[in-house]
Nanobody
């Protein structure tokens, strides 16, 4: 049974940093493009960033460009999202899931959504 687990969220002040981690049991993350999504209260889920399978090419949405970085640790079967200079509008629940990754993200396995990890940005 495949299970995606997100971790690393928390509460930070504006300008702070967090590193999110995405791990999976029963699934090798290196074999798939992986994307990070977020959902704020009352808003639709938004694709934030993705990384291709087996090459370091990445995509980030314009609102987080130069602040968020996605990268893999294949030895740990983990995909990280490094978030710097966080803003209140970055707050929400963050999820990772397999995607196709190009100029945007498209979910390829809707059955793999995890519980997400909460990010709060406030002073």
């Amino acid at each position: 049974q495949v299970q995606f687990v997100e971790s690393g969220g928390g509460s930070v002040q504006p300008g702070g940093s967090l590193r999110l981690s995405c791990t999976a049991s029963g699934f090798t993350l290196a074999d798939s493009a992986i994307g990070w999504f977020r959902q704020a209260p009352g808003k639709e889920r938004e694709g934030v960033s993705c990384i291709h399978a087996r090459n370091p090419s990445t995509y980030v949405v314009g609102s987080v460009k130069d602040r968020f970085t996605i990268f893999r640790d294949d030895a740990e079967n983990t995909v990280h999202l490094q978030m710097n200079n966080l803003k209140p509008e970055d707050a929400g629940v963050y999820y990772c899931v397999p995607v196709t990754c190009g100029f945007g993200l498209r979910v390829t396995r809707n059955d793999y959504w995890g519980q997400g990890t909460q990010v709060t940005v406030s002073s």
